[in-house]
């Protein structure tokens, strides 16, 4: 499969990188774990399905996968149809990424509950 990034995916790793380097002063952290993220995105070239559906762990309906590395989390879609991985984001895994992903879960939830 090929792989390809999003451009807020690529936006992720360097707001990642920039802020281990800048802000916390250690570029070399920040090469070791943007180069580890990079590196764990690649797996999935060979095994898709490597990560968690996104799906299956919350009962929300979506086609997005994740990937853990260190504290970052790899959002993605598998397209078998073009043979392609598509990396979505890369968000801290201490984010609410239900959140960054979906928007107020809770208010969705009770609207759909709701009666009318």
Known sequence: MKLRYTPQALNDLQELYAYISDT??????????????LDACATLKHFPELGVSI??????????????????????????????VSISR????????????????ESMANESSSPE
């Open 24 to 37: 916390l002063g250690n570029p070399t952290a920040a090469k070791q774990i943007t180069k580890a993220v």
């Open 55 to 84: 799906g299956a762990k919350t009962g929300f309906e979506t086609d997005l996968r994740m990937l853990v590395c260190k504290n970052q989390i790899a959002l993605y879609r598998i397209d078998v149809d073009c043979d392609t």
């Open 90 to 105: 890369i968000i801290n895994a201490k984010q609410d990424y239900m959140r960054i992903l979906f928007g107020d879960v």
